[in-house]
């Protein structure tokens, strides 16, 4: 028998498809795995990192999210912004060495946000457009229900998460996520909850709200005065009721809240409590430089 070296057949080797389409199959294949990979971890994330110690949450965060005014009548405000925290965390089952740490921003943005290590802040601009201490408590207590349920960690687990993941893509990319994530803490949480989140948040205010006053008339003063700044403001570019973007408003809330006292037997209205010293000076002097802000607009 004869052995010889054959060449091999023309083209034996070469793909009836192109090749920009098997790389396009072996891209999307490969960011497909990857996308599964952050969602099933970041829900995964998102359940642990609740159930984490309090401690180490506050550990984590340090001082970074303290908030202190600059003026002697803005640590007045905070002081008995304080106060009003400390009243309305009495009627809550806070996580076992939970302190609720009421900050105030002097700013003229329509806001309140809860974030880390038991951090609430509340925007001179809020202060303004409240007419009573039972709205003010209504918005205090739903930020105060968001630490309650950990709300803040289960979306800083979910950011951090993504990092983790996106670090077997790139470890520049990864660090940069999941470094964002930490240094951001404060702002980032602030627009992460779920209307699930929300709606717990809600329920949990009414009920102190309840405890507190005896009514949950200060939960519709305060949606009332949302829809009226947030209809104010309709034609605005760049509406400034933050709060209104990052905790859903929706057509049938003030009837939700009706529905929730009826079913529990709760009053629906009752006599209002007025601010208090310091946070009624704050409100007066924001309408007043709005007023003359406006005039000189004129």
């Given amino acids: 028998m004869k052995l010889e070296n054959r060449l091999p057949a023309e083209g034996i080797n070469a793909s009836r498809e192109h090749p920009l389409k098997e790389f396009a199959w072996l891209v999307g294949g490969a960011l497909a795995v990857v996308a599964?990979?952050?969602?099933?971890?970041?829900?995964?994330?998102?359940?642990i990192a609740p159930r984490i110690p309090f401690e180490y949450e506050t550990k984590l965060v340090g001082d970074r999210l303290t908030i202190e005014p600059k003026t002697e009548?803005?640590?007045?405000?905070q002081a008995q912004?304080?106060?009003?925290?400390?009243?309305?965390?009495?009627?809550?089952a806070l996580p076992p060495g939970m302190k609720v740490k009421a900050g105030y921003h002097e700013g003229g943005m329509v806001n309140a946000f809860a974030t880390l290590g038991?951090?609430?802040?509340?925007?001179?601009g809020l202060l303004a457009k409240v007419d009573s201490e039972d709205a003010l408590a209504m918005v205090m207590a739903h930020e105060i229900a968001h630490l309650k349920y950990r709300h803040p960690a289960a979306a800083l687990g979910r950011g951090v998460a993504?990092?983790?993941?996106?670090?077997?893509?790139?470890?520049?990319l990864g660090r940069s996520a999941a470094g964002g994530v930490l240094s951001q803490a404060g702002m980032l949480t602030l627009l992460s909850f779920n209307r699930?989140?929300?709606r717990q948040a809600d329920e949990e205010a009414l009920r102190v709200l309840a405890a507190e006053y005896g009514h949950v008339?200060?939960?519709i003063d305060l949606f009332d005065v949302f829809k009226r700044v947030q209809s104010d403001q309709a034609g605005a570019s760049m509406p400034q009721v933050e709060f209104l973007n990052t905790h859903p408003l929706t057509a049938n809330r003030v009837q939700a809240v009706r529905q929730w006292a009826v079913e529990r037997g709760k009053a629906v209205d009752g006599p209002r409590r007025p601010l208090s010293g310091a946070i009624a000076a704050a409100r007066d002097a924001a309408l007043k430089q709005k007023t003359d802000e406006s005039a000189a607009a004129k």
Avoid: K, N, P
């Fill in 81 to 92: 912004l304080q106060a009003l925290a400390d009243r309305l965390a009495a009627h809550m």
């Fill in 73 to 77: 009548e803005g640590r007045a405000v």
């Fill in 118 to 124: 038991g951090h609430t802040v509340f925007f001179r």
């Fill in 36 to 47: 599964t990979i952050v969602v099933a971890i970041s829900y995964g994330a998102q359940w």
């Fill in 217 to 219: 008339g200060g939960a």
């Fill in 162 to 172: 993504v990092g983790v993941v996106l670090s077997l893509v790139s470890a520049d």
């Fill in 196 to 198: 699930e989140q929300e």
